[in-house]
């Protein structure tokens, strides 16, 4: 084991036994270099006044060299701020503007312990990150039966981890927390769990009320106290779009003084929450000591710098713009009301009680989706009906569920949607 490992492996051991316990054979391992190519470039970035001949990209008259075809389209912004690489852990500014915004979007985030987020190419390779430093072969990771299939691969193929799943909602159609908390403590023989807390939840848009908050929380606080290590990942890649009386707030911050044995972890990004999808821009976020802290960063900065060495720069610096923009609360609120109206309208189409022959829908109150569950026709095969004979496409998931993306349907144009699929429903009854 290289020599620094094994430091960050005694910061974390003297900080919080629990959560040294918790890191994979590979988050052992693995360290942030010290020495070497990058910490060399940056003492002479910061000395070497005359020449610096120490990292891999070209300048011209003191300027990264760059492409006219290239810059012409992007003349708003400097040559520095996009063109070079962005360190590792990523651009210092946005990780510091993203901590701001988190405490003024979570106000309860204030008075908590937690780290800088850390930089990563969107919320996939976040929690890809999760998974290489916490998740081993055999390890549990916990997640409701309606999720996004990217965990099984992400955790499971990649890593080896078995997946654990419990159902999402209870009879009365709101979060099983008692399904939950049963999950969680039948890895007492384990002594380790990775939960995945996604809401708003990808397919359904349920996000949980404040009472469902308490009880996930007791569920976790039940399982650390039976001995059991927690690391409790929060999904936060639909955060801020609540339309309803749900917790308007991450569950991270709770979580950052719950319990020894609970380690919380942060994933979100701009991708989904700022509506810039292909700009790749997420961060993963830790909650403890400060030493702690800084250890768990150095290790996540390892993992980044083995895989990707550092995300892309430009998306960085336009997010960065955007965050600092006098406009940018104003535009991000009109968004929301955009989205908020195509959520309310589906629910008023679906409580019409025109449909209720065919489907009835999962409860939902936030984030892009929701799922309607079929009651006469194998959802695979609506789905397949519906881009066939009506040009609609929707998501099937299982034989009954079918999820619809309301985000990307013009609220005028939702009603039109579940006519064509209702009538996509008839159909294939018909030929029955």
Known sequence: MHSLASQLNQTIQRENPHVFHMLSHLGRLIYFPKEGIL???????????????????????????????????????????????????????????????????????????????????????????????????????????????????????????????YPLYNEEMSFNADGLREAILAQKGKGKAIVVLNFPNNPTGYTPGPEEGKQILAALKAGADEGINI???????????????????????????????????????????EYVWGFRVGFITYGGSADLL???????????????????????????????????????????????????????????GKYNDVWSYYPFNSGYFMCLKLSTVDAESLRTHLLAQYGVG????????????FSCIEEADLEELFELVYQGVKDLENKR
């Open 39 to 165: 910490s060399q470039s940056a003492e002479a970035k910061a000395k070497a006044k005359k020449y610096n001949a120490t990292i891999g990209i070209a300048l011209e008259a003191g300027q990264p060299m760059h492409l006219k075809v290239i810059q012409d389209t992007l003349s708003a912004y400097n040559p520095k701020d996009i063109y070079e690489y962005a360190p590792p852990a990523g651009k210092p500014e946005l990780r510091t503007a993203w901590r701001k915004k988190m405490i003024e979007e979570q106000p309860s985030l204030a008075a908590k312990s937690f780290g800088n987020p850390i930089v990563t190419n969107a919320l996939t390779h976040g929690l890809s990150v999760v998974a290489d430093l916490f998740a081993d072969v055999g390890d549990s990771v916990i997640i409701p039966d309606k999720n996004w299939e990217n965990y099984e691969l992400t955790f499971s193929i990649r890593r080896g981890a078995e997946m654990v799943y």
């Open 231 to 273: 690391v409790a990942v929060t999904d936060d890649a639909y955060f801020g779009l609540f339309f309803e009386d749900s917790l308007h707030e991450s569950l991270f911050a709770s979580l950052c003084d719950l319990h020894p044995r609970i380690l919380p972890v942060k994933v979100d990004g701009a991708t989904k929450e």
């Open 294 to 352: 800084s250890a768990l960063e150095q290790k996540t900065t390892g993992i980044i710098r083995a895989t990707i060495s550092s995300g892309p720069h430009p998306s960085q610096t336009f997010v960065l713009n955007a965050l600092n923009s006098p406009d940018f609360l104003q535009q991000k609120q009109e968004k929301f009301e955009i989205m908020k109206g195509r959520a309310n309208r589906v629910k008023a189409i679906l409580d019409s």
């Open 394 to 405: 929707t998501i099937a998931l299982g034989q009954t569920d079918l999820r619809i993306a």
